[in-house]
């Protein structure tokens, strides 16, 4: 293993001598990377620090001698691992290894094309700065090159100039090793090698991106960045993710104000060198047709018109004053973003009346959350060195790809136990290996190396969070909590739901609430524990609440009623977004902000680890929402005093974490199972990584890869039902049905599972919920 | 030393040789009971004293081979013979299999005995399907008559024995892209170490051995080490089976003790042609650098032919006389190598590719001396910088044959073409009339 992935265990260190120099490294250590230490680069293309060695390249060739025995040939430096009395010399003292890689690099071009000027990979391309650095300036080969029809499409995404490719097998490697989806494979034998894919099963990998960034080449190319630009062109930023929270590091692309791509950052403690294709690709929704690009105010007449900042601020105050009003914030915002709703509630608004769970959710998850706030103790380090790791309503692969990877990099390397709690096995715990367990009930023999990663699904059965809770407290194992969103655990901390302030802080401990006034400068806060999001809305659509600030919610991920009650016409709405949405077209007072490539400021991952970015769009005119509400509570007359990312991120720095007793934990039983009989069924659902989510708008080659919708069923009920794999059966509730193919999957007679929100899958528009339901299921 | 030592080749000639009764007849499986009477431990040690030394090209000793099986590990351990005979010039397995399937058989039970296998694999080239009908009907045989299967001759051993078809690819000869190929993946060599004793087939410990190797054991553990050591030379002992093919007399296999010369073998082969000299030869397959008429005494045995600048491979001696063009042979085995090579290594994949045409101009007079040396330095980029041996076997016949007849490559480029008349050298030629 790569030496920055040794444990802080005692390793054992080996001296080697490589051009002269004496370099000390873990025992293990590959030549070529013990070479990096001393600054010394060995020209490479199949290696990768993170990839088993697969000396394919050869380019990388060098002078080995071990205690004063030479081996007869040089050797690839990319798959030897040092030993004590080893002699190397690289290309830089040895005219032998200089030879050789400069034959190798011969080798490899006399089949490249001369193509640089038009490929996306000039100007940075490991193997064209590598042939000026290592190769000889002319070339011997005469003949004609070989061809191959171009570009051939790995996927809708991921795109394939066969001729330039160097068959290093970096992308298969990562696509076996790293995603488990070995979905690309080298065909064909010599020089007719290529990289391919069988036609039956496309390749459909959440993580191919990472093989266009792990070309070292311009082969594999992303369809919509292909002739797009030149890297040279682009302004690099780091970067975070904005679609889960993973909390992935990113590089953003931009060129003249438009993102042109995204790339994986590095970060060994989190994403290591890999992202999602959702984290990559999915930022079209950014420069969509729909986005807001002016304040607007409903006219008289019924319909928004644009208006000037002052114009907007003031309806909005006017609106809010005085009103009974509540706040809804997605779970997308930054930490500095939902702390400035937290505060304007309760300091403009007066009301703890705030949620962010713009989702499926209970009062259980609330007092759960309250419960672990101030306790985020659970890292990905946690996941390497687990004995036993639990999913619990928490579909890795879809809800949170990262996890995903480091879970099954763990499970390749050491057989790590998985269990899931779940209905069904899906895709992703097929390949974690993970034992299916309908309930908590069954899992046993946890330790306090065990970790339990409990997803926002819990919140859908009742007591789940109250057993999660026991099951650790019983055995020690470490729970940590994994929403979908990425701006949910920062929302949390920041006191973006009803019964926590800021820090974590239990609303209803008086000391809690003092220290906050204090920190704010006023006199008290309002004592009432906040509705949540659900209760806001019947609150709203009966007359108890008439005022709302709403922040990037979409109504049909918390329940088909949602919209509906939103449509009460005597409800002041003001809707901070970037896009046109449902939300904005009840609106009263709709304000743009600014999207997450536009702003700066910071998400807190699962771990509560800070993900801090820059803005990336440098002359970009949007504010981010804190700026938008201070101007707001500056209009009510309400000051909250967060003029800019900065001072928002330190004030809420010197607040800090709350020290005092945290809240009680949740205390629910479960609910009894419901036995459905004949053609019923319960249904169950999670979102897919790839769906009709509003940020992956506008990026087809994406949508392109996602997993079609089905219904999974299982070989019992495929029996009664007279269906086989492929088959329509037709999903219905009173308000509607949901048709798509059956799969016969390992699933409870009892019970199916569809996806929550894909092409032809919309279980909250259609069926009327999200899952536990039961519903009737025949053939189509 | 008697110039012939039929050993595994005994009985070829009667009509039965292949079946269970023609090989039991001559004391077939006797060895393996006797073996099965050992420790497994004192099989190798045996195996190990006696000197025998693979006979599939690179000469390791097969028992110390066996040696590197870790023992009490608790896992299952394979036995694979390799029996994907694909070099060219080679015919010495499938004849083997052939007439004398059980010999194979017998040493396949010892052999897993020893190293403590339940499970044997051959690994057959695909195209030979007269070969694989009659080793799986020799395995039906032996299943039936209780040498394989459950409790071996009552001895208490179990040993399953598949054989596995390949699908013809010459890299599956190689055993850790046969073991991938056995595996059910694309046959590519893998990264050693791990090396297939620790992870060889499904990760675990695995020998690999060549048919000849394999089939010499049960000889050995019959007639005993002092026997064994009387054939042969200081460091290579025993006997083998040399092919001798392309111009001469009486083409086939001879078997003798190592150290035989070609001189020797040639006369008992009926000599080179009849009217016609003896130009250039290999001694060990296409992969192993040529010998000329020069080379007639060089003793066959490992060290005899490396000391004269070549290896003994598998032995298989392929006669050229002087009507044969050796840009043209030469041309003809780098296709096969590019044909062959796997395309996972750069030098292997780009460069065999590349000499085809290289060879190819040169045959067709095209270029200058100038492109002899960049032919040679580029063969010589390749040789030694590939992933496995491959690339080499294509760089030997190509260096061999500059180094031996740069004169000829370079009146092709006077010629404008092959001086060669291509029909003198094909055996449906008149003898004598080239």
């Known amino acids: 293993m790569s030496p920055e992935n040794a444990v802080a265990t005692e390793v054992e260190m080996i001296t080697v001598v490589i051009d002269g120099f004496e370099v000390t490294v873990p025992k293990g250590t590959l030549i070529i990377r013990a070479a990096e230490k001393l600054g010394i680069q060995i020209p490479r293309f199949c290696d990768h620090p993170l990839l088993s060695p697969a000396g394919a390249c050869r380019q990388c060739l060098v002078d080995v001698e071990i205690n004063g025995r030479a081996f007869p040939k040089p050797q690839a430096s990319c798959t030897i691992p040092v030993e004590n009395g080893m002699i190397v010399k690289t290309q830089l003292t040895s005219e032998v290894a200089d030879k050789a890689q400069k034959g190798i690099m011969e080798l490899l071009l006399i089949n490249h094309p001369l193509d640089c000027p038009v490929c996306d990979k000039g100007g940075e391309c490991p193997l064209q700065n590598q042939a000026m650095s290592n190769g000889r300036p002319e070339s011997r080969y005469e003949g004609v090159k070989r061809t191959y029809e171009k570009p051939s499409a790995i996927s809708s995404q991921v795109l394939l100039d066969r001729e330039r490719c160097v068959l290093c097998a970096r992308c298969t490697r990562f696509s076996n090793e790293i995603a488990g989806d070995p979905f690309i494979t080298l065909n064909e034998r010599g020089a007719l090698q290529q990289v391919g894919i069988y036609e039956k099963d496309p390749f459909l990998s959440y993580f191919s991106g990472n093989t266009v ?73 950014i420069t969509n047709k729909e986005r807001v690009t002016n304040p607007m105010v409903r006219g008289a007449d019924g319909e928004l018109h644009e208006a000037s900042w002052p114009e907007a601020l003031a309806a909005a105050s006017a609106g809010l004053k005085g009103k009974r009003a509540a706040v809804l914030t997605g779970g997308r915002s930054t930490i500095e973003d939902a702390y400035a709703y937290a505060k304007f509630a309760r300091v403009a608004l007066k009301t703890n009346d705030i949620d962010f769970r713009s989702r499926l959710h209970s009062d259980e998850e609330a007092a759960f959350l309250a419960s672990i706030a101030t306790k985020l103790n659970v890292s990905y380090r946690d996941i390497d060195s687990a004995d036993h790791v639990v999913l619990v309503d928490f579909e890795p692969e879809d809800e949170s790809p990262i996890v995903f990877l480091r879970i099954y990099k763990q ?36 330790t306090n190396k065990s970790v339990i990663l409990v997803g926002e699904r819990a919140s ?259 029996q009664t039902l007279g269906v086989v794999n492929g088959d329509l059966v037709k999903v219905s509730t009173a308000r509607g049905t949901i048709t798509a193919p059956a799969r016969i999957g390992k699933i409870s007679d009892s019970d199916i599972w569809i996806p929550r929100n894909s092409i032809g899958s919309q279980c909250i528009a259609t069926l009327g919920a999200a899952s536990g339901l039961v519903v009737t299921v025949v053939k189509a | 030393m008697s110039k012939i030592a039929p050993v595994l080749s005994a009985h070829w000639d009667e009509a039965d040789s292949f079946t269970l009764d023609g090989y039991k007849r001559h004391g077939g499986y006797n060895a393996a009971m006797k073996a099965l009477a050992m420790s497994p431990d004192d099989v190798i040690a045996l195996v190990k004293d006696s000197g025998l030394r693979g006979r599939g090209g690179a000469g390791f000793p097969t028992g110390t081979k066996w040696s590197f099986i870790p023992q009490g590990d608790n896992k299952e351990h394979y036995l694979v013979v390799n029996a994907d005979e694909s070099e060219p010039g080679t015919c010495k397995d499938m004849p083997l299999l052939m007439a004398n399937p059980h010999v194979l058989i017998e040493g396949m039970i010892i052999a897993s005995y020893a190293i403590r296998a339940n499970y044997a694999f051959i690994y057959l080239r695909g195209e030979v399907v007269h070969v694989a009908r009659r080793v799986q009907q020799a395995i039906t045989d032996a299943y039936a008559a209780g040498l394989l299967g459950k409790n071996i001759g009552g001895k208490g051993y179990d040993l399953e024995l598949v054989l596995h078809i390949g699908a013809g690819a010459y890299i599956c000869g190689e055993e850790t892209a046969l073991l991938d190929s056995l595996e059910g993946f694309r046959g590519q060599p893998r990264l050693r170490p791990p090396f297939p004793a620790i992870a060889g087939l499904y990760a675990r410990p695995t020998v690999v051995n060549n048919v000849e190797s394999i089939a010499s054991v049960p000889a050995i553990i019959d007639r005993g080490n002092e026997w064994f050591q009387s054939m042969g030379t200081e460091k290579s002992k025993g006997f083998t089976l040399y092919s001798l093919s392309g111009h001469v007399t009486n083409p086939g296999q001879i078997e003798a003790p190592l150290g035989v010369t070609l001189r020797e073998l040639l006369e008992l082969a009926g000599g080179v042609r009849e009217g016609h000299t003896l130009k250039f030869w290999t001694p060990g397959g296409s992969s192993t650098p040529l010998f000329t008429a020069e080379h007639l005494d060089v003793p066959l045995d490992y060290e005899g032919v490396s000391a004269a600048g070549s290896m003994l491979g598998t032995k298989a001696l392929q006669i050229f006389d002087e009507t044969t063009c050796v840009v043209r042979a030469v041309l003809r085995w780098t296709e096969f190598y590019k044909h062959e090579s796997c395309g996972k290594c750069t030098p292997c994949r780009e460069g065999t590719w590349w000499l085809v045409q290289m060879m190819k101009d040169l045959e067709a007079g095209k270029g200058t001396p100038a492109d002899l040396d960049k032919l040679i330095e580029i063969t010589q980029n390749i040789a030694g910088k590939s992933f496995c041996a491959l690339a080499d076997g294509a760089a030997s016949p190509i260096i061999s044959s500059v180094k031996y007849f740069r004169d000829e490559y370079v009146a092709h480029l006077n010629h404008g073409g092959c001086p060669f008349d291509p029909v003198a050298s094909t055996l449906f030629a008149t003898a004598g009339q080239a």
């Open chain 1, 213 to 285: 960034q792990i070309c070292p080449v311009g082969a594999l190319t992303g369809a919509s960045y292909r002739f797009r630009s030149r890297p040279f062109d682009l302004v690099s930023t780091p970067s975070a993710c904005e679609h889960c929270a993973s909390g992935c590091s990113m590089r953003t692309d931009v060129r003249r104000g438009k993102t042109l791509r995204r790339l994986a950052g590095e970060d060994a403690e989190v994403n290591e060198e890999w992202n999602c294709d959702k984290g990559r690709w999915a930022f079209k929704y």
């Open chain 1, 411 to 446: 499970v390749n390397k050491r057989g790590l136990k998985v269990s899931t709690v779940s209905p069904v096995q899906s895709r992703g715990s097929e390949k974690l290996k993970a034992e299916l367990h309908p309930t908590l009930a069954s899992i046993s023999g946890l």
């Open chain 1, 460 to 718: 859908e059965v009742i007591g789940q969070f109250t057993a999660v809770t026991k099951l650790a407290d019983q055995s020690g194992a470490k729970v940590a909590w994994i929403p979908r969103r990425a701006g949910e655990v920062g929302a949390l901390l920041a006191g973006a739901i009803g019964n926590l302030l800021p820090g974590g802080r239990p609303l209803l401990d008086p000391a809690a609430r003092v220290d906050i006034a204090s920190a704010w400068g006023v006199e008290s806060l309002p004592a009432t524990a906040g509705k949540a999001t659900w209760e806001i809305l019947e609150a709203a659509s009966d007359g108890r609440i008439d005022a709302l600030v709403v922040g990037g919610v979409d109504p049909l991920d918390i329940s088909s009623e949602a919209l509906g009650q939103l449509l009460n016409p005597s409800t002041f709405v003001v809707s901070l977004e970037i896009s046109h949405s449902a939300i904005t077209a009840v609106a009263d007072v709709v304000l743009p902000v600014a999207a997450v490539s536009e702003k700066s400021g910071s998400y807190l991952n699962w771990e509560g680890r800070p993900r801090t970015f820059e803005k990336a769009i440098t002359d970009s005119l949007t504010r981010s929402d804190l700026r938008i509400l201070s101007m707001l509570a500056d209009e009510m007359g309400a000051p909250i005093n967060l003029p800019s990312t900065a001072a928002t991120a330190r004030e809420l720095q010197s607040i800090g974490i709350w020290d005092g007793a945290s809240a009680p934990k949740p205390e629910v039983a479960l609910a009894p199972i419901a036995q459905p009989s004949g053609d019923q069924a319960i249904f169950h659902s999670w979102r897919q990584l790839l769906d009709l989510g509003t940020l992956q708008g506008g990026e087809e080659n994406l949508a392109g890869t996602a997993r079609p919708s089905e219904v999974v069923i299982s070989a019992h009920r495929a």
